[in-house]
Nanobody, 119 residues
Framework: QVQLVESGGGLVQAGGSLRLSCVASGNIFSISTMGWYRQAPGKQRELVAQITRGGSTNYADSVKGRFTISRANANDRVNLQMNMLKPEDTAVYYC?????????????WGQGTQVTVSS
């Protein structure tokens, strides 16, 4: 079992910055990939960015060059630095972690944190 707790959401004007953090607890040594997803009202949840245990990253095209994902303290923390925010970035942001066990990958989710970007 892995528990994920996000922090850092809030209200910001367009062009501003926010930093999201996610702290994992529990069976953190089995975590492989960690990432951030978001879901805007009326839309499906989408991948924002992810980072592997080895540090390889993957970003949605819409955030490339503006957002940076990083991982710290071995497996127990992942951050998302969001710069040059746009109103279309408004969504609930969820932290996610994949736990790998023999023959199985299980996804865990945080409770979500609201990010609102005003124009």
């Amino acid at each position: 079992q892995v528990q994920l707790v996000e922090s850092g959401g809030g209200l910001v004007q367009a062009g501003g910055s926010l930093r999201l953090s996610c702290v994992a607890s529990g069976n953190i040594f089995s975590i492989s990939t960690m990432g951030w997803y978001r879901q805007a009202p009326g839309k499906q949840r989408e991948l924002v960015a992810q980072i592997t245990r080895g540090g390889s990253t993957n970003y949605a095209d819409s955030v490339k060059g503006r957002f940076t994902i990083s991982r710290a303290n071995a497996n127990d923390r992942v951050n998302l630095q969001m710069n040059m925010l746009k109103p279309e970035d408004t969504a609930v942001y969820y932290c996610a972690a994949d736990v790998t066990t023999p023959g199985r990958v299980t996804a865990y989710w945080g409770q979500g944190t609201q990010v609102t970007v005003s124009s």
